[in-house]
């Protein structure tokens, strides 16, 4: 999908109070947290499983839901980016350029998070934490990933998915999969990217009363021993160089480390601003 289109997208989400973002045309956390809101309300039968599907599916199926609101036939509503829904999206765009809706007109709410929400508001976006092992935030899903994890504390064990808050999952599926592509097996061992030192985690922040954001499910540690939490960038392995792709990848989908960010806890990333 093109900005334009994805444009045209966060414009409905805004008009049904479910998007607060900006009218940007990239579709991150906040477009994509809207558009699952959006598609049980727009009144046809979604098929079953629906919720199951990724993100870039789901958004397709609310365009084409959009197009029958706006009387074009998209066709059935299965997030598949076919020839017909080709058509409806296209002359959905013509239509809105042709003066019914001009999204250049909508100027972008000031100071909306382009992004995952500020740590403050982490409650509000997300829901409450997990309290226990037992009781995960609701929703939880495993991410499959797509290389094997070594278990820090155990390097023989092993683990082949990572605990996700649903509304970041897919953003975490896609960095893990872009990791993947740019580095390959090989160097995201030599680099030590597979060395899972933790998840979900439902405890307190150290040395506080807040909850961690490891308790949201919206944040993950790696390799801790060679990136302990006190450590700074001038010992701290994921400093180098040689990680600025990892951390890039992460970033380009909202990601926030808290080493780059604070020179602090290399080891950690988390889906909230800080
Ligand atoms: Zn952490």
Redesign the pocket.
Known sequence: MNRGTIRIAQRRLQEMGLYRGAIDGLRGPLTNAAVEAALPQMGRDLPRGWQDWPANRRFTAFMQLHCHEKGIDAGPIDGLMGPQTREAVAALERQIAGGVVNWRDIAPIPDAPATFPHERDVPAFFGPPGTSWENKPAGMKRVPTPWRMRIAWNLSQHRSFLWAHPKVADSLAEVLEKVHAHYGEAEIRRLRLDVF??DY?PRRKRGGSAW???AFGI???FDDINNQLSWRGDRAAFARPEYEDWWRIWESEGWVS?GRSRDF?W????AARV
Not at 267 to 270: C, T
């Open positions: 030192s933790g985690n961690s954001m490891h944040a993950y540690d808290l806890d080891m950690h990333v988390q």
